[in-house]
């Protein structure tokens, strides 16, 4: 898959994220987001997983997750510099607590802008973590407005360790609504005539 990345590339000259598959079929995302579950002490190994936001201004949101990884925390940062290189995301959501984002600012290569774009590191929302975090993300897969297809492989194959980037990323996603250009009012125009008699 070949991204990229535009500040004013959208239906509305607005910032957009424009990918074509190996098809050639286009599709248009508003943003491009990642979620990561580093390694603790009694799980050696890590996940993340990018989603694309659709483009779709006055329709509910739709998300495509377009790449996973899942390793130790020397192949998670190999495996970031090579996602975010290919599919350009922008923003990365760690578990609500402070270690997670310290040991990402101290990664190689992640604090420098990539196409004009820096890298933001947030915390999930605290819900997240817990049952109503799953609930969300289970209720946004049965409304078919999560495809997984493109990760499925990855993320079956760890159930519970790719739950937590997930429920990181669609949590944060569905409390931060996406941000598009109000239309503008049409113009009044006035003839030179009428401006004077006023």
Known sequence: MEVKYSKN???????CWTARDDAGQESLYVRMVAGIALPKNQQPQGCLIVI???????????????GARVGMLFELERSLGELRQELKFDTIITEPSEEPREILRNLPGLNRALGGLYLSILQAPSTALGEIGRQ????????KRLSLNGVRAILDGLPDLSALPLQYVMNWLLDNEALYPEPRPPREYRGLLGDMEQ
Do not use: C, N
């Open 9 to 15: 590339g959208g239906p509305k000259q607005d910032e």
């Open 136 to 143: 969300r993300v289970d209720g946004i897969i049965r409304e």
């Open 52 to 66: 694309g936001e659709t483009y779709r201004a006055k329709a509910p949101a739709e998300f495509t997750a377009l």
